[in-house]
Every structure is written in C-alpha cells, then in structure tokens.
C-alpha cells in the first residue's frame, strides 16, 4: 500500500507546486484524499485558484480587446 496521508503543510505545497509542474497520479490522488477530509486546504486550494485567475488576467491585460464590466455585487446583511 502507498501512504497517500499528506499533511496540510505537504499539501499547501502540492497545491503551490501543481501551478508549475503536472503532479503525478498519487500526489494528485493524496491531494484529493486530503481535500476530502481537511477543512482548511479547500480553502487554501480555492484562494490559490483565485490568485492564478487574478494573475491570468493580469499578463493578458496588456492589451485587452475590451473592458470587462465589473459588475460589484456587494450584499450587506444585517442581522
Ligand atoms: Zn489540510
């Protein structure tokens, strides 16, 4: 059997690294197992995604061939 129990801290890293490179099948089937019982790493996992679409749209804002309109949708509730 393969250990494929990771650490938040082994993960966080799997989840930065995968940015750069293809991770192999068990480093993406531990990440997976570890996603499905962490609380915190989805989370992380989620705000990584987020920055690389921020960073995405970054390098491509050089030369937009049109303006996205940004649509704030700010919900305050009071309870
Ligand atoms: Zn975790």
Known sequence: ??????TC???TALV???EDQTLPFRERLALRL???ICAAC?????QVLTMRN???????????PNKPELA???TTSSS
Request: net charge positive; aromatic share 8%; glycine share 0%.
């Open 1 to 6: 059997m393969i250990p494929l129990r990771r």
């Open 9 to 11: 801290k082994e993960v």
């Open 16 to 18: 930065i690294a995968r």
């Open 34 to 36: 570890h996603m499905a």
């Open 42 to 46: 989805p989370k992380f996992e989620r």
């Open 54 to 64: 921020a960073m995405h749209q970054w390098r491509n804002y050089q030369e937009p």
């Open 72 to 74: 704030a949708q700010k």
